[in-house]
């Protein structure tokens, strides 16, 4: 079966509660998973004054190389003004390696992300995650919808076919919601699916005989 990593960045803790529901649904689908956080590029004293949760969920990933030990990855970040949070894009430029000797062509990924408001970039930041992956080579797996729970107008929810969202609040009182969870075990799911697909060995061919 296929290796996944889910690799985010998370300031309040929202991400990764989205990371290990993503993480989950991979797992459903028979993939082996690993969850790893980017450094915190953020000087210390911007940490405490804007009260960043201390993140131990997971350890982080220090070495752009390890990239290249996955068969499909997931990235998560939270929007800032539109894109994707500075930390996370640290981390990918330090990539410059992996890019140029291809090491990522042909893996599957997918983006997911967390703003302060229902209007407040998801969509644009999804794809500044998007964009990354794709210079990188990989097949994008949005969230479908085959998952309806991002359907409706009943509550306040995230979710776009470009990858499973969150809604925090403009103080981050606001965690994910089940049904944001859901699309997130969802989009989890359909891209360790398309990833077993893609790292299962081929076929041996019949011998054909006159």
């Given amino acids: 079966m296929s290796k996944i990593l889910v690799l985010y960045y998370s300031s309040y803790g929202?991400?990764?509660?989205?990371?290990?529901?993503?993480?989950?649904?991979?797992?459903?689908?028979?993939?082996?998973?690993?969850?790893?956080?980017?450094?915190?590029?953020?000087p210390a004293e911007v940490v405490a004054a804007a009260?960043?949760?201390?993140?131990?969920?997971?350890?982080v990933l220090k070495d752009v190389n390890d990239l290249a030990n996955y068969d499909?990855?997931?990235?998560?970040?939270?929007?800032?003004f539109g894109r994707m949070s500075s930390q996370m894009a640290s981390f990918w430029d330090r990539a410059g390696g992996i890019w140029f000797q291809g090491a990522l062509n042909?893996?599957?990924?997918?983006?997911?992300?967390?703003?302060?408001?229902?209007?407040g970039g998801q969509e644009a930041t999804l794809f500044s995650i998007i964009t990354n992956l794709l210079h990188f080579g990989l097949t994008i797996v949005g969230l479908d919808y085959g998952f309806q729970g991002q359907m409706g107008v009943d509550e306040v929810k995230g979710?776009?076919?470009?990858?499973?969202?969150?809604?925090?609040?403009?103080?981050?009182?606001?965690?994910?919601?089940?049904?944001?969870?859901?699309?997130?075990?969802?989009?989890?799911?359909?891209?360790?699916?398309?990833?077993?697909?893609i790292a299962a060995p081929a076929p041996a061919r019949e011998t054909e005989t006159a």
């Fill in 14 to 42: 929202h991400l990764a509660r989205m990371a290990d529901a993503v993480a989950e649904g991979a797992r459903s689908a028979g993939a082996d998973v690993d969850v790893r956080r980017v450094p915190e590029t953020a």
């Fill in 51 to 59: 009260g960043f949760a201390a993140d131990s969920t997971h350890p």
């Fill in 72 to 80: 499909g990855i997931i990235v998560g970040a939270p929007t800032r």
């Fill in 106 to 119: 042909g893996k599957v990924g997918g983006a997911f992300t967390s703003t302060a408001s229902q209007h």
């Fill in 159 to 197: 979710g776009s076919p470009y990858g499973a969202t969150t809604i925090a609040d403009g103080d981050g009182s606001r965690m994910p919601s089940a049904v944001e969870l859901d699309g997130a075990r969802y989009q989890g799911r359909r891209i360790a699916e398309l990833a077993n697909k």
